[in-house]
């Protein structure tokens, strides 16, 4: 990619480019979504939620087809949900296909993951992925963070952070998202910021410096 990704901020929206005023990584619907800005950065991939056998092998090429014309930065979400009609079994063979994508591309994925938190670190010590992995919109607890950063995993903070996490994990692990929010990522920002007792600069600067490292690092 040759644009230039310096004021990305939030890393997982689904805000259109419009409304995302060029700061963020745009996740893409699979598998007919629109068309792709030549000046958006993107991400796509098969959520659990969309996830069917009928489809999945649709999906999968579609997605082969954006990643084969250098069209994201990152694939997902991806990844497990209990609380989705999609078996178990499919939602595992599906998120392996696409951390195989991730690898084959050189590409971080972006993990989606509800009460699936053992499944997921199961697939991730069988496949031994070397890309990074992040998990969108944790909310989870400073112990749950803990073990996960253990296995390599970043974390994501949206609107409805859990403040004790927010404030005890370390800077280097962490993005912020808006996701299906309308709020701005200037405001999770500021907040953050506020619950870490940490200057809105300074935080600006070891996210984006997060950014360039994962998403941005070829």
Request: net charge negative; glycine share 6%; with cysteine.
């Amino acid at each position: 990619m040759e644009k230039n990704a310096s004021h990305i901020l939030d890393i997982h929206t689904h805000k259109s480019e419009e409304a995302s005023h060029g700061r963020a990584i745009i996740n893409y619907q699979l598998p007919v979504g629109g068309a792709l800005c030549l000046s958006s950065f993107y991400s796509a991939g098969i959520h659990p939620w969309q996830l069917t056998e009928r489809d999945a092998e649709e999906q999968l090429a579609y997605l082969q087809k954006l990643l084969v014309e250098g069209r994201l930065v990152a694939v997902g979400e991806a990844g497990l949900d209990k609380l989705t009609a999609a078996p178990m079994e499919l939602q595992v063979r599906i998120l392996g296909k696409q951390v195989e994508l991730s690898e084959k591309y050189r590409l971080p994925l972006i993990i989606h993951c509800v009460k699936a938190m053992e499944e997921l670190l199961a697939v991730k010590k069988e496949l031994r992925p070397v890309q990074p992995w992040i998990w969108h919109g944790f909310r989870g607890k400073p112990q749950q963070a803990r073990q996960l950063m253990e296995n390599g995993i970043y974390l994501s903070f949206g609107e409805h952070y859990p403040e004790q996490t927010v404030r005890t994990m370390p800077v280097d692990c962490m993005f912020l998202e808006t996701d299906d929010s309308p709020v701005d990522i200037e405001e999770v920002l500021h907040r953050v910021a506020r619950t870490r007792g940490t200057d809105v600069e300074e935080l600006r600067q070891a996210i984006r410096e997060n950014i360039q490292k994962v998403f941005f690092r070829r």
